[in-house]
């Protein structure tokens, strides 16, 4: 079974920048599309980014497009999320998720990790 381990929130001020990480225990990620999901207090959790299991594609939502880049190291089974220019509205706890490329099986999740933005 696969664990994820997100790190690298943390509190900022406006137009500062942090890089999220999420390393995967208990299996390899070569055969998972790899995303980012937000979850800010009393809204539902949402999706910021994506790269798929050969790394020919991301995907990102409109308001992160431009600040945000999502990467990954399959021989470090890793993923993680640049942003930069942060703003007080991606103030959220930041999930890494892990879906199998053949659509097969379970999605796993990790619990987060918080990023305060203040203005």
């Known amino acids: 079974q696969v664990q994820l381990v997100e790190s690298g929130g943390g509190s900022v001020q406006a137009g500062g920048s942090l890089k999220l990480s999420c390393e995967a225990s208990?299996?390899?990620?070569?055969?998972?599309?790899m995303g980012w999901f937000r979850q800010a207090p009393g809204k539902e959790r949402k999706f910021v980014a994506a790269?798929?299991?050969?790394?020919?594609?991301?995907r990102y939502t409109n308001s992160v497009k431009g600040r945000f880049t999502i990467s990954r190291d399959n021989r470090k089974n890793m993923v993680s999320l640049q942003m930069s220019n942060l703003k007080p509205e991606d103030t959220a706890v930041y999930y890494c998720?892990?879906?199998?490329?053949?659509?097969?099986?379970?999605?796993?999740w990790g619990r987060g990790t918080q990023v305060t933005v203040s203005s």
């Open positions: 998720n892990a879906q199998p490329e053949n659509g097969l099986g379970p999605d796993y």
């Open positions: 208990g299996g390899t990620l070569s055969t998972y599309n």
């Open positions: 790269v798929n299991w050969s790394q020919d594609s991301t």
